[in-house]
DNA sequence: ACCTGAACACCGTTCAAGT
DNA sequence: ACCTGAACACCGTTCAAGT
């Protein structure tokens, strides 16, 4: 989708230097190391360059993960047209949530610095639209909106930094050993909570949420910024 | 709730170091100066040591922001004993939301090194007993104290690393100025997506949540761990 | 065992100076 | 205007050596 380099390791001459080759080239180094390495000094470096020229195009280090993130949000494709409407929602969010999970650490970058690019704009609307197609009112539609892509957008996060010896076991062991005298209803449960694909899980997760949106009246005054 | 200083500014003859202290002097510089300063080097110096001396004690820094997340779990108070179930519940929530937001960026940490001591598992047990209390089918509560606990969590971490110039504003005033001709659901309600105060929202989310998960029936197959 | 100085391999950001 | 070298003020983690 974006310019193929011609060679695997040949430096192409040094190109001028745009706030755009330096978002493809943190993109390009997202793809092939992550994140962590998606920094000022090693862009600058990659770009043949010091790392105090990128701060003419991009503000600080945030900005340029939020314009990362909006750059990839342009890979997700456009809302399904068959199905029903809570089909066709479910299936938006899993595929928004399907390219976060990609790139976790990036979620959590997005759930700090709210993206607000054209692609993101256009994800509010389908989910609006599919939501009022739905016949949600429209202020539960609005608040609504926020609550499935927090959900999408937190689930792809949890899975930040992980691999190795995953603390996540430590949870996982805390909660099966739990001891039934103090803690009855986990050490009934300990099964149940840890059951079930992350698949079913999402899954069941969006269906609760759009039940849960469709029949929750949001408070009257809510009509002011805060 | 911790051994108080004997005076402001007083060096304390370097006591001896351990684990507890290390996570004692990081909870200190947490609430003094925030996550961000609560690094190996610092907390080294702080404890009148090399950083190498703290590996002793701690595998590595997000170990320690886990440490100190639990630590700060024990302030939240047990759940509220009146009431019905179901403000009882929105109540222990807000209040484990209200002690995240005073640490935001702990709150991130959160969501990626779940936490697994003692006090979590106890808000595990609290918040199982209350959706029980209400009835709520066993499978569902498991998955739904997962759901809640998330949206506590990842609302909480949104707030992390914002102040100055807010790129959430950004993102406000492009959903205000968000062609009607492009973006028609946006346009018309726009004013809805950002209304509400912080606390509206999130108590409407906590309903519409409790809503969600005491209708949506968790899949028949949902009984082994991933 | 516990503790440490020193080192390795990095960071973000700013500033004064150049073109 | 745009670009840069150099500096300032930091990081996490490891290792060899000490006690």
Redesign the pocket.
Known sequence: MTAAPRSRRERPA?P???REGIVAAAVAVLRAEGLR??????L??E???????????V????E?HAAVLDELLGTVGPAPAEGSWRERLERVLTAYTAMLLEHPSLARSALTARPSGPHYLRLIETLLDLLRTGGVPRAQAAWGVDLLLQHATATAAEHAGEEPTGDWQAAARALREAPAATHPRIAADAGLLLSGTPEARLSWAFRALLNGIERTAVPTEGQETP
């Open positions: 040094k001028a230097l745009t390495k998606v920094t000022m000094r090693r600058a470096q770009l043949d360059t010091g790392p105090a020229s990128l701060y003419v195009y503000r600080n280090t945030d340029l």
